[in-house]
């Protein structure tokens, strides 16, 4: 699977909306840690909004939030190495509620990949992924952290952790094959020890490798049903977590006039990889968007203006007359003359 190709899947996390939520159990296995380094939950949990009683009362925190937990966790330990695999070894697969049952039901290992990076906001990754197959080996890459310099190596090792913990849980065992490749370079924590695998460092990228044979071993608990039941809870819970102003904002950008997908990006701050998937979440697209404001538009230069239909092919940016006619047709399934009129 290449990531940018038809055999490949990739997720970009690197402009999760801070408002993003998600449960506390990311947030309670670093409070954990850090207790284990003589750093208590009030200075974890300082300036972010998140109480010592939220852990357990089924509280739902923000993204940004959690990225404040971290951050707390990372400069009271010193940056110590090794900090993130001991977060990511407490977010077992049941910590991820459904969305962990359903990679378990998943037909292959191939599979519980593809599940799991379709559904991954409703984990506490924030780090880009991606699976990549070269020759026999298939790698899955975990993306340094977003613009957060500080906490790269923390959350790479926490990815880490947590995804070669899955793949034990799934298969009941860890690959024969798996070994993990680190860009860092070699420190005295003993990674290997922890990951349940050889580690390689100073590689190009932080990855967990294994042969592609890997990817199509069966799952011991695979059940389709219950695997289309679980996405249907996915999908559920992925709107209930999202941001429900993406759509909103877009719409007022292109009130404006702007339809460029690179300056509603820019207007709003995202990416346009972004951007794009932000409205995905919601149930949209740009072009829907930007359909829609036209459609309304040109209903209303020609119902209330009185304006022809040359006229508002010209408004609208249209190259002629012909195209706008298409478009209306492919809106509203007929011509704007048989609109108008009816």
């Not at 309670?28 to 009030?42: K, L, N, Y």
């Not at 359909?291 to 006229?311: N, P, W």
Request: aromatic share 4%; with cysteine; charged share 20%.
């Amino acid at each position: 699977m290449s990531p940018d190709g038809p055999r490949g899947r990739r997720v970009d996390l690197s402009g999760q909306p801070p408002e993003f939520r998600r449960g506390t159990a990311g947030v309670r296995a670093m409070v954990e840690v850090g207790a284990q380094h003589g750093v208590g939950a009030r200075e974890c949990l300082h300036s972010t909004g998140i109480s010592p009683e939220m852990l357990h009362d089924g509280s739902v925190v923000s993204g940004a939030q959690e990225l404040a937990v971290a951050a707390n966790l990372v400069t009271a330990t010193g940056h110590a190495p090794g900090v993130g695999f001991a977060v990511g070894e407490r977010l077992s697969l049941r910590a991820y509620g459904v969305w962990g049952f359903a990679l378990l039901t998943c037909p292959t290992v191939r599979g519980a990949v593809e599940f799991g990076l379709r559904y991954l906001p409703l984990t506490y990754a924030v780090t880009g992924l991606s699976m990549r197959v070269r020759g026999d080996e298939a790698a899955l890459i975990v993306d340094d952290g977003p613009g957060q310099e500080e906490l790269g190596p923390f959350l790479v090792e926490r990815e880490i952790a947590v995804t070669t913990g899955i793949l034990r849980t799934i298969l009941d065992e860890s690959p024969p094959s798996m070994r993990v490749e680190l860009r860092s370079s070699p420190v005295s924590a003993d990674y290997g020890q922890a990951l349940g695998a050889p580690v390689e460092f100073d590689a190009p990228h932080n990855a967990i490798v294994t042969d592609t044979a890997v990817l199509d071993l069966p799952l011991p608990q695979a059940d389709p049903l219950t695997t289309t039941v679980c996405e249907r809870a996915c999908r559920s819970l992925l709107l209930e977590r999202r941001s429900p102003r993406v759509a909103r904002d877009v719409r007022a950008v292109i009130a404006d006039g702007v339809t460029d997908a690179g300056l509603i990006a820019a207007r709003l701050h995202l990416s346009p990889r972004t951007l794009r998937r932000h409205l995905a979440v919601e149930g949209t697209s740009l072009r829907q968007l930007v359909d829609e404001a036209r459609r309304f538009q040109a209903i209303e230069l020609m119902t209330q203006h009185r304006l022809s239909v040359e006229q508002v092919a010209l408004r609208l940016g249209y190259a002629d007359a012909a195209t706008f006619i298409r478009a209306f047709r492919r809106w509203t399934g007929t011509t704007p003359t048989a609109y108008v009129a009816r």
